[in-house]
T-cell receptor
Framework: EPEVTQTPSHQVTQMGQEVILRCVPISNHLYFYWYRQILGQKVEFLVSFYNNEISEKSEIFDDQFSVERPDGSNFTLKIRSTKLEDSAMYFC???????????FGPGTRLLVL | AQKVTQAQTEISVVEKEDVTLDCVYETRDTTYYLFWYKQPPSGELVFLIRRNSFDEQNEISGRYSWNFQKSTSSFNFTITASQVVDSAVYFCALRRYGGATNKLIFGTGTLLAVQP
C-alpha cells in the first residue's frame, strides 16, 4: 500500500540554521500539506499546496517558512533561520483530491538547540 | 469558527474493557467532514475513519465503532474489548466540505493507556 515518506526522521540543529524537511507524497496525489505538533500538543496546520502553489497557509507559516515541489516526487518544507520554538514534529500529508482523506507521513522530529 | 474538543485528556483501562473516546465539534457549516486519527507511541498519524456530515449512519469496523450525532455535534469513538496495542493518542479532526480550505482542525487528543 502506498505511503507518504519523510526524511530525515530526526534532525537536530542550532538556532539560526536553515533546515529542509523532505517528503515524498503518495504518487497519484495532487494536494500536499505540512502540519506540526509541538511536544504533547495538538496537530496544527501549516500550509497546503496544489498545482505548484500555496493554496492556504496558517498564521504560523511566516516568512521564515517556505515550501517547494522541486521535482515530480518530492515536497519540501524549508525553515530559513530556526528558532527554539520551531522544535516540533513536522508531518507531511497528501490527498488525491482536495476533499479526499489526507494521509500522513511518519513525521520528522526537529530539535532546535 | 471551527473547533474540536476532546475533553478526556487521558483514559486508562484494563485489557478487554470497552472504552469510548469523546469528540465534540463546533462549526457553522452545514456540511463538513469528521475524522479520527491514531498516534501510537512511535509517533506517526494513522487514519482511522472519515465521516461526511450528511451521512449520520454509525459505522463499525471490527472492534472499532463510531457514533455520529449531528444534534449534539458529537462524533464518539468506541473500542470494544480493548487490547494493549490500542494504547495511543487518538485525535478527532474536522474539515470543511468544499470551499477554498482543506485544512484539518484537530482536537487536543486523548491518550488511551490499555493495561495488560
Amino acid at each position: 500500500e502506498p505511503e507518504v515518506t519523510q526524511t530525515p526522521s530526526h534532525q537536530v540543529t542550532q538556532m539560526g540554521q536553515e533546515v529542509i524537511l523532505r517528503c515524498v507524497p503518495i504518487s497519484n496525489h495532487l494536494y500536499f500539506y505540512w502540519y506540526r505538533q509541538i511536544l504533547g500538543q495538538k496537530v496544527e496546520f501549516l500550509v497546503s499546496f496544489y498545482n505548484n502553489e500555496i493554496s492556504e497557509k496558517s498564521e504560523i507559516f511566516d516568512d521564515q517558512f517556505s515550501v517547494e515541489r522541486p521535482d515530480g516526487s518530492n515536497f519540501t518544507l524549508k525553515i530559513r533561520s530556526t528558532k527554539l520554538e520551531d522544535s516540533a514534529m513536522y508531518f507531511c500529508a497528501s490527498g488525491r483530491q482536495g476533499q479526499e482523506t489526507q494521509y500522513f507521513g511518519p513525521g520528522t522530529r526537529l530539535l532546535v538547540l | 469558527a471551527q473547533k474540536v474538543t476532546q475533553a478526556q485528556t487521558e483514559i486508562s483501562v484494563v485489557e478487554k474493557e470497552d472504552v469510548t473516546l469523546d469528540c465534540v465539534y463546533e462549526t457553522r457549516d452545514t456540511t463538513y467532514y469528521l475524522f479520527w486519527y491514531k498516534q501510537p507511541p512511535s509517533g506517526e498519524l494513522v487514519f482511522l475513519i472519515r465521516r461526511n456530515s450528511f451521512d449520520e449512519q454509525n459505522e463499525i469496523s471490527g472492534r472499532y465503532s463510531w457514533n455520529f450525532q449531528k444534534s449534539t455535534s458529537s462524533f464518539n469513538f468506541t473500542i470494544t474489548a480493548s487490547q494493549v496495542v490500542d494504547s495511543a493518542v487518538y485525535f478527532c479532526a474536522l474539515r470543511r466540505y468544499g470551499g477554498a480550505t482543506n485544512k484539518l482542525i484537530f482536537g487536543t487528543g486523548t491518550l488511551l493507556a490499555v493495561q495488560p
